[in-house]
């Protein structure tokens, strides 16, 4: 019995893990909705805004500045984040390391 419900758990999460990745490829909501999106429905749509912000954001990393010094630039220009906070590091770094942005950014 022990066996079986242990293949069944691990049967919940495969099919759960390659739900929400198809989820991610075709751009529907899967979980919050990430700075540059808004929501509707159930698909992202781009927000030219925040978009702008994510440009400037991977242009400032390719010109080599460091994650701290471009959360520091964003507050100090009073760009507000998905929540309406403060930038930091890893904040920038997650909008860096998303798929969704690259995509989007070239698209846009």
């Known amino acids: 019995m022990t066996s079986v419900s242990q293949w069944e758990r691990e049967s919940i999460g495969d099919r ?3 739900a929400l990745l198809h989820k991610k490829a075709h751009g529907r909501v899967y979980n919050h909705v990430p700075y540059g999106f808004v929501r509707d429905g159930d698909s992202l749509v ?10 400037r954001i991977q242009a400032l990393r390719a010109n ?11 507050n100090g220009d009073g760009v507000p984040t998905k929540q309406r906070g403060r930038w930091f590091p890893q904040t920038v770094k997650d909008i860096l390391k998303n798929t969704l942005h690259k995509a989007a950014v070239v698209a846009a």
């Open 16 to 18: 759960t893990r390659i």
């Open 64 to 74: 080599g500045w460091p994650l701290r010094r471009i959360a520091e630039a964003l």
């Open 46 to 55: 781009p927000l030219a805004e925040e978009q702008a912000i994510v440009g």
